[in-house]
């Protein structure tokens, strides 16, 4: 900080409704023990009441005051579910599985999850035909409603975190209304739906709902001092690392730090950076145990967070938004917030989707303020000026009306409705629906704007669990022969990167991969990393990794992945072939479904996207970054100062024309203005 630290503008005291239980207490306290000191706890006989009474339901509690780990729970030792399953959807995967572990626990099956309580999460299925509740992504909850639109297999269905709007959470919203409805008028077993949420707007869910009952939760509530910076902090990842070290070397050493940053790359580099200060010499203050937190992290490193440190450690939690409300970690007395958060964003006006890093709005900060207050008076250090908060946002815009719809579109087309006459609760611009419609028809998955059927590819792109533009470049392996290294490539890429770029590294880290660095870009060099990691033995495979700055677990991860997608190949009967070593077929199988993310060199360095004419740079990171071929597919846009590609693959104008020619004459153009 340059002016000697955060300074108090202004304290605030909030008002949290959080009661004092798991008070920082290194005893073991016995896991039922816990649940009973839960402020829900004492409500749970009026809260089944209210539910046996209502087939809506919604419910606002405070984070931290059991509603995702009880409420199941409760309704199953009721047996309110009746023979049919609890589902409990959850926003992000982390929570979903997290959060069933511990009830898994909580419920004592002598297997752990799996059995009674179960959770299931993209490519990953952890249940039995006798697990009674559910965690599952919202994403998957809408796959099974592709197969069963009545949800039959379900008594009763939990919409967490509903505040969260995901575009998943959007339609199930519609698509859950549906089947109460359906299942009422066709006198099946009927279907009850609970809404839950730590903040929400009540009376706009309400009004959606039916207007149906409300219901609050309430508990205790602690202060927590509220400091803001004096300055900006363009650097806020090294502004959040300084306001660590200052808390810790004067606070006791058994109150937790949680730190929100934006991402896996960001939080590593953040975790290790406080690591090693931690263990200099000169720097004062107990040892520290840094958790990180983040999507696709391994369930066995999840559970560490839970976890109290040992005596004189502090622990520091570096987490995702995932903490702000999925996810409760007790022992938090500091906050330090970036004010960042990463978000998918789709510009109509430019076509591109990108993963963005952006301000959050004030409703989040002040969730992310009060994870500071749950036990005791806490403290939260805000790496921005207090005019910075007066500018962000009040509350988050949902997904639907930023993100891009295709995924949507055909989904509900899966279903037979039409987006355009779907029950949102909030509308999507009708520019974002046509603009979904245009690209699934240039993918071939429907034949005009209006249609309310897909065609036969549409119906097979649907079986994927992927975006439609990666679905339809599993399909076209056929024609280009090389299935087995399109899988490859469509896994790598729905994790997260395994490269590990370390800034002070970074020379070292291309050196070491040398080998199979590939001049036709990111997407044969992923290829030939993976390939020489299948073939080494297991016990070979994490040193390899390590020596050429490899994320171990983000290689299995896609070799998971992997798996998964080769089962929906199989099941559609598409042959399972390899086109060798040579690069063209694969990289034109890329182009059959990303043909709308082609740029083209413009001048030194610069390039222009086909379909939006938006100027673009490369990436620093793709290997191809120096070199200034002429066509390149993306498969990633990122907004820094600057905007950039990142995911490149070198392509041919030719190929472009024969794959999509009407496409490819309209849009490639032969003088390079903007
Ligand atoms: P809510 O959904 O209302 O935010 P939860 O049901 O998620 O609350 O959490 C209730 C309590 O259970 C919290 O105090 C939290 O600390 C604790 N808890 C949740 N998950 C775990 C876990 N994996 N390990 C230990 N405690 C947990
Ligand atoms: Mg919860």
Known sequence: FNNGGPTARKKIALNLNVQTNNFKNKNKVSIQEQRRKLPIFEKRNKLLELIRRHNTLIILGETGSGKTTQIPQYINSARLQNNGKIGITQPRRVAAISVAMRVAQEVGDAVGVGETVGYTVRFEDVTSPRTKIKYLTDGMLLREAMVDNLLMEYTFIILDEAHER??????????????????????????????????????????????????????????????????????????????FFKIHQQAP????????????????????????????????????????????????QQITVFQPAPENTRKVIIATNVAETSITISGIRYVIDSGMVKARTYHPATGLDMLKVQRISQEQSWQRTGRAGREAEGYCYRIYTRSQYEHMQKSTIPEIQRANLSIVVIQLLALGIHAASFDFMDKPPKDSILAAFEQLKLLGAVETVDSRTLTTLGKKMVQFPLDPRFSKILLSAQEYGCLEEILTIVSLLSGESIFLNPSSKREQAMTSRQKFLSPYGDHITLLNAFRVYNNLGSNSQRSWCHEHYLNMRNMSYAAQVRTQLLEVCQRLKLPIVSCGNDTEPVRKCLLAGLFMNVAELHKEKQY???????????????????QQPQFVLFTEVVQTSKCYLRGLTTIESQWLYDIVPDYARSHIRFNKDI
């Open 166 to 243: 995901t575009i998943h959470t959007d339609v199930l919203f519609g698509i859950v209304k549906q089947a109460q409805k359906a299942r009422e008028e066709k006198k099946l077993r009927p279907l009850k739906i609970l809404i839950m949420s730590a903040t929400m707007d009540v009376d706009h869910f309400s009004d959606y709902f039916n207007n149906c009952r409300a219901v609050y939760l309430e508990g205790r509530t602690y202060p927590v001092n509220v400091y803001y910076t004096l300055t900006t902090h363009e650097d806020y990842q090294t502004a959040c690392v300084a306001t």
């Open 253 to 300: 050493w058994d109150h937790d730090v949680l730190i929100f940053l934006t991402g896996q790359e960001e939080i590593e580099a953040v975790a290790q950076q406080i690591r090693i200060l931690s263990r200099d010499p000169d720097v004062a203050g107990p040892s520290v145990k840094v958790c990180p937190l983040y999507a696709s992290q391994p369930t066995t």
């Open 608 to 626: 222009i996207t086909l379909d939006k004419r938006q100027v673009v740079n490369i990436h620093p990171s793709s290997v191809i970054h120096g």
